[in-house]
T-cell receptor
Framework: GAGVSQSPRYKVAKRGQDVALRCDPISGHVSLFWYQQALGQGPEFLTYFQNEAQLDKSGLPSDRFFAERPEGSVSTLKIQRTQQEDSAVYLC?????????????FGQGTRLTVV | AQKITQTQPGMFVQEKEAVTLDCTYDTSDQSYGLFWYKQPSSGEMIFLIYQGSYDEQNATEGRYSLNFQKARKSANLVISASQLGDSAMYFCAMREGPPIAGNMLTFGGGTRLMVKP
């Protein structure tokens, strides 16, 4: 596809359930970011991949959050034992090759609701 | 301290008029970048405009321009000739450090713009 694709668009999880959120970045993009956007707030950084390497995971809120990008393209954000405070929109963004970061392309996000 | 501050939670503008959305930032880096994104109700973050800290001229993209005042650490977005489709949330964001892969964005809290017919 032409843009960043995220699935599912909406996810309702019962508290304690595990969830997996998928991101398909723009083909050939080296950098991939995950952000968490709580209701009424701006996005906050979670983690960053350069190809398959996770170079920064300083924004992950707890060890229940885990992200991977095993082949350097598709990425999955997994949340184990979901809690109500995990309810948010999870945004994925990708950027082109190394050396340029004047624009990040975002997907439409996955809205997670934990009940 | 907040790195990105957007002081206007909501703004109204009459269709076809210009509007300025405020953004101030805080960084000690000499090299940084400032971004504006639009987020309609569909949820996607749409890139609007970028300003590098070393860019001497204000960035412009169609109806969007960025009023960059480095000494005041402000990067206000100006939308000219507002259209009904401009109604959305607008976020100011900053990349600290040079434009290399891996430098993530820090976002402000956003401003909701409503365009009146």
């Amino acid at each position: 596809g032409a843009g960043v694709s995220q699935s599912p668009r909406y996810k309702v999880a019962k508290r304690g359930q595990d969830v997996a959120l998928r991101c398909d970045p723009i083909s050939g993009h080296v950098s991939l970011f995950w952000y968490q956007q709580a209701l009424g707030q701006g996005p906050e950084f979670l983690t960053y991949f350069q190809n398959e390497a996770q170079l920064d995971k300083s924004g992950l809120p707890s060890d229940r959050f885990f992200a991977e990008r095993p082949e350097g393209s598709v990425s999955t954000l997994k949340i184990q034992r979901t809690q109500q405070e995990d309810s948010a929109v999870y945004l994925c963004a990708s950027s082109p090759r190394d050396g340029t970061n004047t624009e990040a392309f975002f997907g439409q996000g996955t809205r997670l609701t934990v009940v | 301290a907040q790195k990105i501050t957007q002081t206007q939670p909501g703004m109204f503008v009459q269709e076809k008029e210009a509007v300025t959305l405020d953004c101030t930032y805080d960084t000690s880096d000499q090299s940084y970048g400032l971004f504006w994104y639009k987020q309609p109700s569909s949820g996607e973050m749409i890139f609007l405009i970028y300003q590098g800290s070393y860019d001497e001229q204000n960035a412009t993209e169609g109806r969007y321009s960025l009023n960059f005042q480095k000494a005041r650490k402000s990067a206000n977005l100006v939308i000219s000739a507002s259209q009904l489709g401009d109604s959305a949330m607008y976020f100011c964001a900053m990349r600290e450090g040079p434009p290399i892969a891996g430098n993530m964005l820090t976002f402000g809290g956003g401003t909701r713009l409503m365009v009146k017919p």
